[in-house]
Every structure is written in C-alpha cells, then in structure tokens.
C-alpha cells in the first residue's frame, strides 16, 4: 500500500494500490459504453442496425450509466468515501435493470442475448467493485468514534 494524506472525503491514511487498476477499469468501461450505446442512440447507421432487436430502456440506462462510471473512476482512484456509494448505486441498479430486462423477455418482448451477456457483466463488475469498495473503506474496528478537536 501507499501512503496518502488524510484529505476531506478520503476514508483513510492508506490508498490500495489495487485503486488504480480498478478506476481505470471503471473508466475505460464507462468510455465504451457511452461511444457504443451513443453510437445506436444518435447515430443511425451500421451500429444501429447491427444492433438489432435492443432494449430501449436497457440501452438508455447503460448510456447515461457511462457517464456516472467516469465520475465514480475519479472518486475511485482519488479514494474518495462516496465513490463506494456510487459503485453501490450502480450495482444495485444494474441488477434492477437487469430483472426488468428479464420481466420484459418473460413478457415476450424482443431482446438481443448479447443484451442478457452485457448486463450480466455490468452486474457482476459493479457489484464486484461495490463489494470491494465497501470492504476497503469501511472504518477500522480500532478507529476511535469519538470526534476529534
């Protein structure tokens, strides 16, 4: 581990290394998604049509996700305490996406099964993150509670 400052929102002394790999991941991931979801949305040509029967609302979703996947790899590799919130945010919403997108197959509607893949992936990475996140930043059971002068 390395050493950091103490700064407003950080949760501790001591930044993970392993910070790094994951917002760059997040970041990386939040990049693609907004340029392929984009792509269908606003532009129509190729991506679109080989985008076949999607998901309106699953496209939606995952496209302005992306944004909010850049925002939460700054918090990530800044170390900041509400990046974990976020990263559970966006767990908690993709597995809620995810059941509606299996509501809406269960119900007959079109679907792509690279739609059904896709959202597996954000489910499993965001609650991955969510889970190691919350794990790494949760205060230390020696910490003092009482509010320092």
């Known amino acids: 581990m390395t050493r950091a400052q103490n700064t407003p929102g950080s949760t501790s002394s001591t930044r993970p290394r392993w910070r790094v790999a994951v917002s760059v991941v997040a970041l990386l991931f939040g990049l693609a998604t907004i ?63 995810f059941a509606a997108l299996g509501v809406h197959i269960a119900m007959g509607g079109a679907f792509e099964m690279r739609t059904v893949y896709a959202m597996t992936l954000r489910s499993f990475v965001w609650v991955t993150f969510a889970f190691l996140l919350l794990r790494a930043m949760r205060p230390s059971p020696h910490a003092s509670s009482a509010p320092s002068a």
């Open 35 to 97: 340029k392929s979801g984009g792509s269908v949305l606003f532009i129509d040509g190729a991506d679109r049509a080989a985008a076949g029967d999607y998901v309106p609302f699953v496209l939606w979703f995952n496209f302005l996700a992306g944004f909010v996947y850049i925002v939460t790899a700054i918090g990530i590799f800044m170390w900041k305490a509400w990046s974990s919130k976020m990263a559970m945010a966006l767990a908690a919403l993709s597995v809620l996406v």
